[in-house]
């Protein structure tokens, strides 16, 4: 059984007092529960203090994004080694945000996958159609081009330590959420091609968050379809109560 992987993407929300209280309340409210994987995603600039008041807890930290050069003269990038060094073990990489307003392609994506990979970064790599896609009818021949850019040169290793984020890009920040059978039918077209690609064992161990207007009302639904191993929680994780909720999920 894949044990359920819940993340909070905070995005650009927080500054550093804010950031703080935020890991403080999570760490007090979701203190004992094991049953489901937690992390939470601030802002780069958050990482070290979160990380600091979340060490030898049951939440861990990831990194929204990193350049996939491993060091050197980009004026303003942030490199895995460095969100690394922080104390996060996670990356959002290929977020509809970070393709959408920063012209990310699955060749860049790709790139930065293999980058958290070589130093030791979780990616969690997000794909996903946009209305406009839907409407087309084009939603698994979207999805199956981000799958295999974004996935380009993955091997059955790297592929065990990468999470998978279905985020349709009309749910995201809308209060759209697509239904579970939406999201069931699209999980299960990416586990199979995991299948076709990587084998069944390695397809049954990877897991595929939902992600998209997730909240406490609607997180076990999602959650208790086959395919669907957890969420991305973007808006409900900036507040404690909601994050702990969808964490708590029943
Ligand atoms: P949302 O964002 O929960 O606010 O829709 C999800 C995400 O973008 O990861």
Redesign the pocket.
């Known amino acids: 059984m894949r044990k359920k992987f819940i993340a909070g ?1 905070w ?1 650009m929300n927080k500054n550093l007092k804010d950031a703080k209280l935020l890991a403080i309340a999570l760490k007090n409210k979701l203190a004992g529960v094991n049953n489901v994987t937690i992390a939470v995603c601030p802002a780069a600039v958050c990482i070290d203090a979160v990380a600091q008041i979340l060490k030898d807890t049951n939440i861990s930290v990831g990194g929204q994004n990193i350049y996939f050069e491993k060091e050197g003269a980009y004026t303003g990038e942030v490199s895995a080694d460095m969100l690394l060094s922080a104390g996060a073990k996670y990356v ?1 990489l290929g ?3 970070r393709r959408q307003y920063f012209k990310e392609t699955d060749e860049i994506i790709n790139k930065k996958i293999q980058t958290a990979l070589n130093v030791g970064l979780l990616p969690i790599f ?1 794909l996903g159609e946009t209305l406009e896609e839907r409407e087309a009818g084009k939603t698994f021949e979207v999805v199956r081009t981000q799958l295999e850019g974004g996935l380009n040169n993955i091997n059955s290793e790297k592929m065990l330590k990468i999470t998978i ?1 279905y ?1 349709p890009v009309w ?4 209060g759209k959420t697509a239904t579970k059978e939406q999201a069931q039918e699209v999980h299960k077209f990416i586990r199979n091609w995991l299948k076709e690609k990587y084998g069944m064992e390695i397809s049954e161990k990877v897991i595929i968050q939902y ?5 406490p009302s609607n997180a076990a639904e999602l959650m208790n379809q086959p395919d669907i191993d957890g969420a ?6 900036l507040d404690p109560d909601n994050f702990a909720d969808i964490v708590k999920f029943k």
């Open positions: 993407n995005k959002i977020h509809s945000e997000c984020a985020e749910a995201i920040g809308t992600g998209g207007s997730v909240k991305l929680v973007g808006g409900a994780s």
